[in-house]
């Protein structure tokens, strides 16, 4: 889901409440990015130009979707995506079922082929939420019967040979691919990761909830993120250094294994903002990822589907020392 860009300020009570978040006590396909399955990434020396070389790198996220020349707004529950890898295969989500194709990438064209058994998930899961009912949880019959609608149309077009083509970056530096197919059907993707993700330093600037954000943590450049290819995660939650594990699948993300790999002392305010941050990583939260491309921001958001508190954080990219 996209982050506002009108987003006010957390009063300083709801801060403090957010980064006291109630624990969370439902695994999914894995995308074969670092950090869960170790599917081949697909090699830069081996992308072709134009949009399908955008394609081939990280993973893209369904932003619109048009079928027999309506557009439709995807369901609040799915989570569609789709990501290329360098063993001819492309994997991805309908919207709450995965899929893994055979694939073969052009500069204008993708070809999705056979069906493969889909990867399984990771061994690691997230806690489930409580506050809401998390994706592909449908409220009602209704709900669930236009998720399954809505997952019959994606597998119908993401089949056979289809047209690739960009737009220009708009104002904010995103760059849109589209998938259609000879009916016309039309797939919108916006990249929600790209290779410069894992050579990024992720400065820690605020929490979020719904469309408004919290004052920037005073720690500054001492809280930040360095994701790393394998896995791991590195960095600093303003006193001390961490370390933890993040597990990616498809547009979620999620931490384990997190610690404090040093115990110094601070500014009072600097010490109680780590311990607020530390403990929300250690409730494992399923979290929605978005690295903007263009504009080095990223947001996390605590992913509780419809109707959610959207709470999580932002941040800012920064060059990695």
């Known amino acids: 889901m996209k982050v506002s860009r009108r987003l006010a300020l957390v009063p300083a009570a709801t801060l403090a409440a957010l980064l006291t978040l109630s624990a969370c006590s439902g695994g999914v396909e894995g995308d074969g990015a670092p950090g869960d399955l170790a599917a081949p990434a697909f090699p830069a020396e081996q992308r072709p130009a134009g949009a399908g070389g955008l394609l081939a790198e990280g993973v893209w996220r369904f932003r619109e979707v048009t079928f027999d020349g309506q557009e439709e707004n995807l369901p609040s529950e799915a989570r569609a995506w789709i990501a290329l890898h360098g063993d001819g295969t492309a994997s991805g989500d309908y919207g709450c079922t995965p899929f ?19 990867r399984p998930a990771p061994s690691a899961t997230p806690a489930p939420p409580l506050a809401g009912s998390g994706p592909c949880a449908p409220h009602s019959g209704h709900d669930r019967l236009k998720l399954t609608r809505f997952e019959k149309q994606v597998q119908g077009a993401l089949r056979g040979n289809l047209s690739l083509s960009l737009e220009r970056p708009n104002t904010q530096g995103e760059v849109e691919l589209h998938l259609k197919n000879q009916q016309g059907d039309d797939i919108t993707l916006v990249q929600a990761r790209s290779d410069t993700f894992f050579t990024t330093r992720w400065k820690l600037s605020t929490v979020t909830a719904y469309d408004s954000q919290g004052p920037e943590f005073a720690a500054g450049d001492r809280m930040y993120f360095d994701f790393h290819k394998n896995g791991e995660v590195s960095g600093k939650l303003g006193c001390n250094d961490f370390t933890a594990r993040a597990t990616f699948s498809g547009l979620h993300v999620f931490f384990h294994d997190v610690a404090l790999s040093s115990h110094r002392g601070c500014d009072e305010k600097i010490m109680e903002e780590e311990a607020g941050v530390l403990a929300t990583l250690r409730k494992s939260f399923n979290y929605t990822y978005w690295a903007e491309p ?24 920064l060059p990695r020392r």
């Open 100 to 118: 893994r194709l055979k694939a073969e990438v052009s500069a204008t064209r993708l070809t999705l082929g056979e069906k493969l058994t889909p």
């Open 294 to 317: 263009g504009s080095s921001r990223m947001s996390l958001t605590h992913d509780l589907a419809f109707p959610a508190m959207e709470t999580g954080f932002l941040f800012q990219g």
